[in-house]
């Protein structure tokens, strides 16, 4: 069932999310920020449900939107990395992205859980640190909101100028 929910899960989540944050985006330079915000926000209750829940029938869908809400930001901040970044910078960009992502969140991941639930006797309270962590990622949006379109302008001219030269 976890298997089938993470391809499942995936396949919505990074594209419907790719493809609502490009929507919104043609409309509002801030709208990819808004979208990976969005899915974050609605992710938490999902987690709960999926940590909590003993009834199956809640249980399995709970554990199906969780997934496709938490897969929808990756590629989100991906194309945001891509706007706010110039051209001939965006390899060490992404480089940085998924050294954050992998080598230390997938890393240190397990390993925070591992010491809260050590260090207070319980798993559920270990396994917090994914709500928590998606509440860090509404603030960093909310934070960023106010100076991605001045970054963006300042990136796009940039592009401009190095074409037109």
Do not use: C
Request: hydrophobic fraction near 55%; charged fraction near 15%.
């Amino acid at each position: 069932i976890t298997g089938v929910g993470f391809l499942v899960g995936g396949f919505v989540g990074a594209l419907g999310g790719a493809i609502l944050a490009d929507r919104w985006f043609r409309r509002d330079k801030k709208g990819r920020i808004k979208v990976q915000s969005l899915a974050a926000l609605l992710a938490i209750p999902f987690v709960f449900i999926a940590l909590f829940s003993t009834n199956n029938a809640v249980l399995i869908p709970g554990i199906l939107m969780a997934i496709i809400l938490s897969i929808a930001m990756f590629p989100i901040l991906s194309a945001i990395i891509v706007d706010l970044t110039e051209p001939q910078d965006r390899g060490v960009a992404m480089a940085l992205l998924l050294l954050f992502q992998t080598g230390i969140g997938f890393s240190l991941g397990p390993t925070v859980v591992g010491w809260i639930s050590d260090l207070t006797g319980s798993l559920m309270l270990g396994l917090l640190v994914l709500p928590t962590a998606y509440l860090a990622v509404i603030v960093m949006g909310l934070l960023a909101m106010r100076h991605v379109i001045g970054d963006y302008e300042e990136v796009q001219k940039k592009i401009a100028e190095y074409h037109t030269s």
